[in-house]
T-cell receptor, first 113, second 112 residues
Framework: DVKVTQSSRYLVKRTGEKVFLECVQD?????MFWYRQDPGLGLRLIYF???????EKGDIPEGYSVSREKKERFSLILESASTNQTSMYLC????????????FGQGTRLTVV | AQSVTQLDSQVPVFEEAPVELRCNYS??????LFWYVQYPNQGLQLLLK??????LVKGINGFEAEFNKSQTSFHLRKPSVHISDTAEYFC??????????FGAGTRLTVKP
């Protein structure tokens, strides 16, 4: 079974802190994604990566950056956390084929106070 | 760029009744379509997917979906729901640029 592991289920951070959300997958998938989930808005794509060191902006990249130094790991960085970044963050991965499904981690609920 | 519209934010239904969750997409090219389910406090898991071929796709837990190219729709159906089907359901589309876009979700509540 594919496993996508997010480093934390719950995080509480202070405004202005630099925050790292880590995601690791164990199936050698080319593509990895970071989504933000908010009630009534569904999943919005923040960034995705189709290869090591490669990234593409999604629909809401402002205030976020990403890093993919190794194929299995995709990090989401909040350079200076703000209260409007309080949300559920979901990581996903899939192969490079467009017809394959994405596999999701359990999510990280981030609260910025 | 593709987009996904889920037409109902909430669908309440009684146990053993049929249900349809509606999804429309917009894309100028061929797409691949997916339905995911999210149970409370869990991640998303795949219900079913449409790649090509037969327009009626069967998934897990008795769900099925019909792809309609002319109406750009991919509605999810179940003939008889159970309490355990209470969850949030997401429609997603994938096309030629590696990413995957999701709709806003439909919260299905099954009442006894």
């Amino acid at each position: 079974d594919v496993k996508v592991t997010q480093s934390s289920r719950y995080l509480v951070k202070r405004t202005g802190e630099k925050v790292f959300l880590e995601c690791v997958q164990d199936m050698d998938h080319e593509n990895m994604f970071w989504y933000r989930q908010d009630p009534g808005l569904g999943l919005r794509l923040i960034y995705f990566s189709y290869d090591v060191k490669m990234k593409e902006k999604g629909d809401i990249p402002e205030g976020y950056s990403v890093s993919r130094e190794k194929k299995e790991r995709f990090s989401l960085i909040l350079e200076s956390a703000s209260t409007n970044q309080t949300s559920m963050y979901l990581c996903a991965s899939r192969t490079g084929a467009l017809f394959t499904e994405a596999f999701f981690g359990q999510g990280t609920r981030l609260t910025v106070v | 760029a593709q987009s996904v519209t889920q037409l109902d934010s909430q669908v309440p239904v009684f146990e053993e009744a049929p249900v349809e969750l509606r999804c429309n997409y917009s894309s100028s090219v061929s797409v691949y379509l997916f339905w995911y389910v999210q149970y409370p406090n869990q991640g998303l898991q795949l219900l079913l997917k449409y790649l090509s071929g037969s327009t009626l796709v069967k998934g897990i837990n008795g769900f099925e979906a019909e792809f309609n190219k002319s109406q750009t729709s991919f509605h999810l159906r179940k003939p008889s729901v159970h309490i355990s089907d209470t969850a949030e359901y997401f429609c997603a589309v994938s096309e030629g640029n590696n990413d995957m876009r999701f709709g806003a979700g439909t919260r299905l509540t099954v009442k006894p």
